[in-house]
């Protein structure tokens, strides 16, 4: 018989390996027993908790976007006017927990998997609505009117830095995809006044 507390534990254990291992190949092109290894048990066992490689990897970009959401409140529960709200969000966009070379493989396999999977697709549908609302009432006193759109292309271009990095060599960059972005925003953001 299972000892209490066990199976939470060996489920993060299991998600953690299937962002790891998935980062790692670049894809869901791993198997489950690929992953159980990585995270210490069998391959019955991973099937026990999750059912699927599919479910495990849902569950897998399920932390992610737990972990990237805490980020984004804990970063604009400290950041003071609405300069500051945008930049604590492209921060916590591109900080350590969420922009590391496992993290941006398993969202470029998640936007594919969305593509036919309905579960992704709802989960990518509530991140790029929470992301187009948070980014949104930061640039409202920013740029009035014109706030949906830089909201869009904003959500778009961090998207887009995932990507690249995704096909890239290179370490991630957090700072320097922070700068691309803000030079974007300000360069918008000087061409247009916010409506009185």
């Known amino acids: 018989m299972p000892r209490p507390g066990v199976e939470p534990i060996r489920k993060a254990a299991l998600v953690k390996a299937a962002i790891t291992e998935i980062g790692q190949a670049g894809s869901l092109d791993v198997t489950v027993s690929q992953i159980a290894r990585r995270a210490g048990m069998s391959a019955a066992l991973a099937h026990h908790y999750f059912g ?14 737990t972990v990237y959401a805490a980020e984004i409140r804990g970063a604009l529960a400290t950041a003071d006017g609405p300069h500051a709200r945008l930049t604590a ?24 998997m969305a593509q ?18 948070n980014l949104v009432a930061c640039l ?26 995704a096909l890239s060599q290179a370490q991630p960059d957090g700072r320097a995809s922070v700068a691309l972005i803000q030079a974007m925003l300000d360069a918008e953001l000087s061409r247009i006044r916010p409506a009185a």
């Open 140 to 165: 409202r006193p920013l740029a009035g009117a014109h706030a949906p759109r830089l909201a869009a292309a904003t959500g778009a271009m961090i998207d887009g830095v995932y990507l690249r990095q």
């Open 89 to 112: 969000i492209l921060r916590a966009s591109f900080g350590p927990a969420n922009f590391r070379r496992e993290v941006v493989a398993a969202w470029l396999t998640f936007w594919v």
């Open 52 to 65: 699927s490689k599919e479910d495990m990897f849902l569950a897998a970009m399920r932390h992610v976007l």
């Open 116 to 133: 036919t999977v309905p579960q992704a697709r709802r989960l990518l549908t509530i991140y790029e609505n929470r992301l187009r609302s």
